[in-house]
């Protein structure tokens, strides 16, 4: 069984785990382009080639999309919009999608009241062997999408 999780958002991040044994196969940020006027907007062409090329997934487990209070419309507009690129790609590649409320996948990680900065800390000590894919700050959201997944995982797997 292989396992996508996504932390979504146009700084988010993905990983690939197979739970047994429990392994990180790939991982990597979300990739973006640059829009028309300002900022930038994620890559559906980039992110079907590589989520294809990693062969069949059995499950994406992906965060729950939501509204933040104090967040702005257009930011909230945009996260959506990520959130739908991201839907359309997983339903493309006809992959099974699982949706993981942030309460939910950082409880079962642990991680309820943590600092941002925890979950990176979490996902090292579980895949020492992978902790260059994690050594930097904006590797959260990473580190994040491999929580993700291990949500997705029934427990008692890994």
Known sequence: MKVLGVDPGIS???ALLCPDPKTIIAC???PTLPRARKGNKLNPHQL???WHDLGRIDLAVIEH???MPGQGITSTFEY???FGT???VLAALNIPVQRAKPRDWKKRAGLIGADKDMGRAKVIDLFPERSDDFRLKKDGH???AVLIALYGVPEGTT
């Open 80 to 82: 959506g919009r990520s």
């Open 48 to 50: 079907l080639s590589c």
């Open 12 to 14: 988010g991040g993905w």
């Open 142 to 144: 990473k580190a994040d």
């Open 65 to 67: 999309a939501q509204a």
């Open 86 to 88: 991201l839907e359309g």
């Open 28 to 30: 990597g940020h979300l």
